[in-house]
């Protein structure tokens, strides 16, 4: 009888050691993970103790020198807006790369959404100079305007020849 007790409580030792074990090794993974997400607040607030290699991603109101129009690319006008004579207006967000390319772009206003597709198309040709903070290159988003505007038709004036 007297071996029962013993065996019951190693048992029982054994389990709370093992509990014990599992819980120092979860609440360290959780300080862990405490500690990470501490930094990455810090981290958006005070670059300075950012990687070297990560670019920085800003809004162009932030940057030392901004990001100058290389080369622009049309927007196709649709054809139903055309034969419609439908004109619009579409406001994009672009995100400029540290190469001068344009990344990502998402309409933020638009007169009409059958001219947010094509404005999309001719604002991811275009090309930049690259942003810069300080003397490193940034990505930085920009707000683009593209215009579609009907060409208007002038009359034809008949010039007559004099004899």
């Known amino acids: 009888m007297k071996k029962l007790p013993r065996i019951f ?4 030792a054994t389990f709370l050691f093992a509990n014990l074990e599992l819980y120092a090794k979860n609440n360290s993974q959780t300080n862990t993970i405490k500690k990470v997400s501490e930094q990455k607040k810090t981290s958006r607030v005070s670059r300075g103790d950012m990687p070297e290699g990560l670019p920085i991603v800003v809004e162009v109101e932030n940057v030392t020198v901004p990001p100058k129009l ?9 054809s139903k807006a055309r034969k ?39 604002v991811k040709q275009y090309k930049f100079t690259p942003a810069k903070k300080g003397k490193k290159k940034v ?25």
Request: aromatic share 6%; charged share 30%.
């Open 70 to 78: 290389i080369r622009k690319a049309e927007a196709v006008y649709p």
């Open 139 to 163: 990505k930085v988003y920009v707000r683009i305007p593209v215009v579609f505007k009907l060409e208007k038709k002038l009359p034809k004036t008949r010039v007559k020849a004099k004899k």
């Open 9 to 12: 409580s190693l048992i029982v």
């Open 84 to 122: 419609k004579g439908l004109e619009g207006k579409v406001i994009v967000r672009a995100l400029i790369d540290t190469l001068g390319n344009v990344e990502k772009v998402t309409v933020i206003k638009s007169t009409n959404k059958i001219f947010n597709e094509p404005a999309i198309k001719a």
